[in-house]
């Protein structure tokens, strides 16, 4: 009588208990570090959505007094009195508070004091549309030609 081996008779059908326990602690385990990492991802999402929508904002707005006719703006510039002080376009009240500046922008100096807000062009005005909770802002020159 032949005996046949042990090994050739026992065959496992799937996988313990102790495996399956021990990979899920495993994976526990690695999924702290790897979650970990992506928090400051996350973070940073939501301060650029809130750096976005401000840009957005004062994109709108610079293009809404641009298409205003050059006339006014002027209006507006002499009105305000200083390249300091917020015109009737800015809106305190907005999703994101902002001021409009526009002012007489003198290119060639023709005064001497290299100061661009001192002697002013009658056809050249700077704009600038600014947030007024940081330092956010954007600026162009704008031409009635």
């Keep these: 009588m032949m005996l046949k081996p042990v090994a050739a008779n026992h065959r496992q059908q799937g996988i313990s208990y102790l495996e399956v326990l021990i990979a899920t602690v495993i994976i526990a385990v690695s999924l702290v570090p790897a979650l970990d990492a992506l928090k400051p991802g996350i973070d940073g999402a939501a301060l650029h959505q809130d750096q976005a929508q401000i840009t957005f904002v004062l994109q709108g707005k ?9 006339s006014q703006l002027r209006e507006a510039a002499k009105l305000a009195g200083s390249a300091t002080a917020e015109t009737s376009y800015s809106d305190a009240a907005a999703s994101v508070p902002h001021g409009v500046f526009i002012w007489p922008y003198d290119i060639d100096n023709a005064d ?3 100061n661009v ?15 007024s909770n940081d330092s956010h802002s954007l ?3 704008i031409s009635p030609y």
């Design 112 to 114: 001497g004091d290299n």
């Design 62 to 70: 610079l293009e809404l007094v641009l298409a205003e006719p050059f």
């Design 139 to 141: 600026e162009t020159l």
């Design 117 to 131: 807000f001192t002697g002013g062009e009658d056809d050249l005005l700077w704009i600038r549309v600014a947030n």
